[in-house]
């Protein structure tokens, strides 16, 4: 039967997790008000997760799995299952449980009102540490004024999406993706629904300090051109303080004025401070260049390996495209 709901949920590496995670969706789609499915992606785990998955799509015909040929990303993960999705409202989650399955219900009462996008807004993180506390409010504040568009602040990938929605963001051809803003970006109606965010409920934090930096990176520089703004700007403070200097030393030198700064200090102090702005201002160059080659290359987003549950939507062997990313290959399990 076509589902009404599907919930998307990324897994990689999460087999302390996934009993649990399944126990509890299982009592939240018993809830629900029509048919659901479950698509878990498997995103390249090393540990007993695929297995784990496999048992449970066995026992359960709602639970319908990807597995990917190798690790792909986060972002990535969640795109294959918005990809594969074919609810009327489509919840992504995480697997690790820091996300509640329970609030999946108050989404969908929120989506039955008319509202084509619903988010969890983060109020409290429980046993976070401060440092980290303080690197995510920071990002989300800062975001939220660079970006051309308006970000919840203290949101992530945790939302209850409309087909309409999801159908546009399958549409998008881009690479680097970041799902929290273009969910802002496609606007329709939006609303949010508070909760406490808890700890993780069993394994190892699978996002360290340099893949939330890279993914906070990304987030910037996908949804805002400011910070190529930002180099023009250093560029042209940089010659200005270089004219100022230069004016400075002429004065020196006419009024025979003795200064410790001229000569080789100040020579030297120029040449570093210059080099940084440069250096500066090809990584951000550098970083938009970059993906531009990326979107030219336009291979696959991803490569799956095994199937199950999704028979009827692929033939042996077939080869699909989604929204112009380019070609998958995959194989039924």
Same mark, same amino acid.
């Given at each position: 039967?076509?589902p009404t709901?599907?919930?998307?949920?990324p897994i990689?590496?999460e087999?302390e997790?996934?009993?649990?995670?399944y126990?509890r &969706?299982?009592l939240?789609m018993?809830?629900l =008000?029509a048919e659901?499915?479950l698509?878990?992606? =498997?995103d390249g785990?090393?540990d007993?997760?695929l297995?784990?998955?496999?048992?449970?799509?066995?026992q359960d015909?709602?639970?319908?799995?990807?597995?990917?040929?190798?690790?792909?990303g986060h972002?990535?993960a969640? @795109?294959?299952?918005?990809?594969?999705?074919?609810g009327q409202a489509?919840?992504?989650? =995480?697997?690790d449980?820091?996300d509640?399955?329970?609030l999946?219900? @108050?989404?969908?009462?929120?989506?039955?009102?008319g509202?084509?996008?619903? *988010?969890?807004?983060r109020?409290a993180?429980?046993?976070e540490?401060?440092l980290?506390k303080a690197?995510?409010?920071?990002?989300?504040r800062?975001l939220?004024r &660079?970006?051309?568009?308006?970000?919840?602040s =203290?949101?992530?990938d945790?939302c209850?999406m409309?087909?309409r929605?999801?159908?546009?963001l399958n549409?998008m051809?881009?690479?680097?993706? *970041?799902?929290r803003?273009l969910r802002a970006?496609?606007g329709?109606?939006?609303?949010?629904?508070?909760f406490e965010r808890?700890p993780?409920?069993? %394994?190892?934090?699978k *996002? @360290?300090f %340099?893949k939330s930096l890279?993914?906070a990176?990304?987030?910037?520089?996908?949804?805002?051109p400011?910070?190529?703004?930002?180099a023009t700007y250093l %560029?042209?403070?940089s010659? %200005?303080?270089?004219?100022?200097?230069? &004016?400075?030393?002429?004065?020196?030198?006419?009024?025979?004025?003795?200064?410790?700064?001229?000569?080789?200090?100040?020579? @030297?102090?120029?040449?570093?401070? &210059?080099?940084?702005?440069?250096l500066?201002?090809?990584?951000?160059?550098?970083e *938009?260049?970059?993906r531009?080659y990326?979107?030219i290359k336009?291979?696959?987003l991803?490569?799956?390996?095994?199937i199950?549950?999704?028979?009827?939507?692929?033939q042996?062997a077939?080869?699909?495209?989604?929204g112009?990313?380019?070609e998958?290959?995959i194989r039924?399990?």
């Open positions: 039967m076509q709901y599907s919930i998307v949920i990689y590496n087999q997790n996934i009993p649990e995670m126990r &969706l299982s939240v018993e809830d =008000d659901c499915e698509i878990l992606v =498997d785990s090393r007993r997760s297995s784990l998955i496999r048992e449970i799509h066995r015909s709602r639970v319908r799995y990807i597995s990917f040929a190798r690790n792909f972002q990535i969640v @795109t294959a299952g918005l990809n594969h999705a074919l489509v919840i992504v989650m =995480d697997a449980l820091q509640p399955p329970e999946i219900l @108050t989404m969908v009462e929120k989506w039955r009102q509202n084509e996008v619903v *988010y969890a807004q109020i993180r429980k046993r540490g401060f980290k690197f995510a409010y920071t990002f989300y800062v939220r &660079l970006a051309d568009v308006d970000i919840p =203290d949101t992530g945790f209850l409309d087909r929605v999801v159908d546009i549409a051809p881009e690479r680097n993706r *970041y799902i803003g970006w496609v329709f109606n939006q609303t949010s629904v508070l808890d993780r409920y069993a %394994g190892k934090e *996002y @360290t %340099g890279a993914l990176l990304n987030g910037i520089v996908s949804l805002s400011i910070p190529l703004r930002f %560029g042209i403070i010659a %200005g303080m270089a004219m100022v200097m230069i &004016l400075i030393v002429i004065y020196w030198r006419l009024s025979n004025m003795a200064s410790s700064l001229i000569g080789y200090t100040l020579i @030297t102090i120029a040449l570093f401070f &210059l080099g940084s702005v440069q500066l201002c090809l990584g951000i160059l550098g *938009y260049i970059g531009m990326e979107e336009a291979r696959p991803y490569t799956i390996k095994e199950g549950g999704m028979e009827q939507r692929y042996a077939e080869v699909r495209k989604y112009g990313e380019g998958i290959s039924p399990h």
